[in-house]
């Protein structure tokens, strides 16, 4: 069963526009949650990460908002850009317990920006 | 350069015909993973390595074995490859602990025919 659900799948918006992925998870014992940005014929790379102790965290213009009571975490890019057009996946591990080994994925949402 | 190799980048094989899909890298990294990207189902794990001769499964690992002899090579195996292991593949590394980052390779398109 997926247990990390990403939507949309696919997301168009105008440069300069504040493109939202969202997340959810079941699993409580997650505590690492990051984002990868992945762009065509590449691999994915880490973007940004949050842990559920903080409700937001910022970097550039990328933003993770947290929601630990409803199980939910979304990715905000402000003042978006066509350089950021790419496949983006949220992910959730355990920490505590894998300590870097088992890191579920999203469906991934691949985000166009129109100039 | 710190990176992850995976090789081939291109593979078209026949159904039953066993590969392996070699993955290497050069960070001194513990842990090592494969995953499988499919449209509509992201990135799912298939089997993961947290040292030497250390491995377990992940969410996938039906039809693949994997090996861990050295620390910096984690091969795929498909002994007995189907249609439905026609799959962008990626290998992955990480130091592991607290925060961690995992480095992809670059993938390895494969299409069983």
Not at chain 1, 13 to 30: D, S
Not at chain 1, 69 to 89: E, N, R, V
Request: charged share 20%; proline share 6%; net charge positive.
């Amino acid at each position: 069963q997926q247990q990390v659900k990403q939507s949309p799948q696919s997301l168009i918006v105008q440069k300069g526009g504040i493109p939202i992925i969202n997340c959810a998870y079941e699993n409580t014992a997650f505590d690492y949650f990051p984002w990868y940005q992945q762009f065509p014929g590449k691999g994915p790379a880490l973007l940004i990460a949050i842990r559920p102790d903080v409700s937001e965290k910022k970097e550039g213009r990328f933003t993770i908002s947290f929601n630990k009571s409803a199980k939910q975490f979304s990715l905000h890019i402000m003042d978006s850009q066509p350089g950021d057009s790419a496949t983006y996946f949220c992910a959730a591990s355990n920490e505590i317990y894998n300590q870097g080994g088992k890191l579920i994925f999203g469906q991934g949402t691949e985000l166009s920006v129109k100039p | 350069e710190a990176q992850v190799t995976q090789n081939p980048r291109y593979l078209i094989t026949v159904t039953g015909k066993k590969l392996t899909v070699t993955c290497s890298q050069n960070m001194n990294h513990e842990y090592m993973s494969w995953y499988r990207q499919d449209p509509g189902l992201g990135l799912r794990q298939i089997y993961y390595s947290m040292n030497v001769e250390v491995t377990d499964k992940g969410d996938v690992p039906e039809g693949y074995k994997v090996s861990r002899k050295e620390k910096r090579n984690f091969p795929l195996i498909l002994e007995s490859p189907s249609p439905n292991q026609t799959s962008l593949y990626f290998c992955a590394s990480s130091l592991g602990g607290y925060n961690y980052r995992y480095t992809f390779g670059s993938g390895t398109r494969l299409t069983v025919v």
